[in-house]
């Protein structure tokens, strides 16, 4: 015979049940008031283009397409608007039109100023004494290609 008669059974089990059911409910309140909002964060989409020149002087850069000649000396510039200031890894790579890339020049850690950024492919950004002469890569035997630079940057 058992010794809990079957009401008292079922008030343990009632409340077992209500017990668990409570915790439960505390248990999610307490998950509630552990949620926090930060800040806002503002991310600021950056702008730029590259320029390029055939004398390597300040005010002879320009965006617009180049047509050169076999031989001929030939530089870029990265010049980058709406920047942060953060330090940043970047690379000017050589395209050719025949899908050849050439990785030339990396600045490993360059200081951003906030707003606009004129920046040489050097070893350091700082030109243009320096600047990279792409046209020791673009020596064309036969034929016509097209070349461009591309500069990528990273966050460092």
Do not use: H
Not at 32 to 37: G, N
Not at 57 to 69: E, K, L
């Amino acid at each position: 015979m058992n010794a809990t008669p079957k009401p008292q059974r079922t008030f343990v089990a009632v409340t077992l049940i209500t017990v668990i059911a409570v915790t439960t409910v505390f248990l999610v309140y307490a998950a509630i008031l552990a949620t926090y909002m930060g800040s806002n964060v503002t991310v600021n989409s950056l702008g730029g283009e590259i320029q390029y020149s055939v004398s390597n002087i300040t005010g002879t850069y320009s965006a617009g397409p180049v047509s050169i000649n076999n031989g001929t000396y030939w530089y870029a510039r990265l010049y980058m608007t709406g920047a942060t200031a953060q330090n940043v890894k970047i690379t000017f790579t050589l395209v050719c039109s025949n899908s050849t890339m050439w990785n030339r020049v990396t600045i490993n850690s360059y200081s951003l100023v906030n707003g606009a950024n004129t920046i040489y492919a050097t070893s350091d950004g700082i030109g243009p004494t320096g600047n990279y002469n792409w046209g020791l890569d673009t020596d064309v035997q036969s034929g016509t290609l097209t070349y461009y630079v591309k500069a990528t940057t990273e966050t460092v």
